[in-house]
């Protein structure tokens, strides 16, 4: 057997990359660390003006980003905007990243709040992905990354939409993993724990004022290790799963959760 050598750190030399919700918070240290490792990067969202900026940013320090407004929960939208950038070249990765949250039970969690998590942070995925594995399979394979959460396969209180969504987006992941093994797409999840992004500072704010800091240290001590990760935290281990070191990675999930899961006690 041949021994098969890699270029360490993780590169991304020469990929091209669509990231959904790339205009803030996780996306955008995905995109961020993506353009760092040499991919060209499709920043798709429905905020112009903060897909712009992102894109800008990204440019300004020598990588290659483009803004792409769509809304990812729409099937045209989704169409257009997808046949456009594989009109431009081969893609290589879609990182599934596009999502809300929502806090309530499953009483106190009307009808339409249900179907707009639902629409938002399952239906974009299915939308994105069905969009790229033709495209992929022609081109010789590709990888597809899924952002689920621990509220996926933990019990969460008061996240029975948000929990139920990313659970769905799990199952979708070991699903087109299972269906493309034999046209080199490898999809995989990460299921992070709580994540320091701009959302949970306006979610704390809105709900406590006043109370910032206790609640920031209060959310940061639901994980074992003592804090919520950071949004370059999950950039990282999204560049390692969606690089070819990861080549033999398919139909997982990682948990990238500060030992919440195991370790709680």
């Known amino acids: 057997m041949t021994e098969q050598t890699f270029q360490l750190p993780q590169s991304l030399q020469g990929k091209t990359s669509i990231i959904t919700g790339g205009a803030s918070g996780i996306g955008l240290a995905i995109a961020r660390l993506f353009a760092r490792q040499g991919s060209s990067v499709y920043i798709v969202d429905r905020n112009k003006e903060a897909a712009l900026a992102a894109a800008g940013d990204i440019t300004a320090s020598g990588g290659v980003a483009e803004a792409c407004i769509c809304d990812v929960a729409e099937g045209e939208s989704v169409r257009q905007t997808f046949n456009g950038i594989f009109a431009r070249g081969r893609v290589h990765i879609l990182v599934n990243n596009a999502g809300i949250a929502h806090v309530g039970t499953i009483t106190s969690t009307g009808e339409e709040d249900f179907d707009r998590v639902m629409r938002v942070n399952v239906r974009s995925a299915y939308l994105c992905t069905r969009a790229v594995v033709d495209h992929m399979k022609q081109s010789g394979g590709g990888v597809i990354l899924n ?7 933990a019990g969460i209180p008061d996240r029975l939409a948000y929990s139920t969504s990313k659970g769905a987006v799990l199952a979708m992941t070991f699903s087109v993993a299972r269906d493309y093994l034999k046209d080199n797409i490898r999809c995989n999840a990460i299921s992070p724990a709580r994540v320091h992004t701009p ?41 390692w799963l969606c690089s070819d070191e990861a080549g033999f990675v398919t139909g997982q999930n990682y948990p990238l959760d500060g030992g919440f899961m195991n370790l709680r006690g």
């Open 147 to 153: 952002m689920a959460s621990i509220a996926a396969t």
């Open 199 to 239: 959302f949970v500072d306006g979610f704390v704010a809105k709900n406590y004022p006043g109370r910032e800091p206790e609640m920031m240290d209060i959310l940061g001590r639901a994980q074992p290790i003592g804090r919520m990760a950071q949004p370059e935290e999950v950039a990282s281990l999204a560049v």
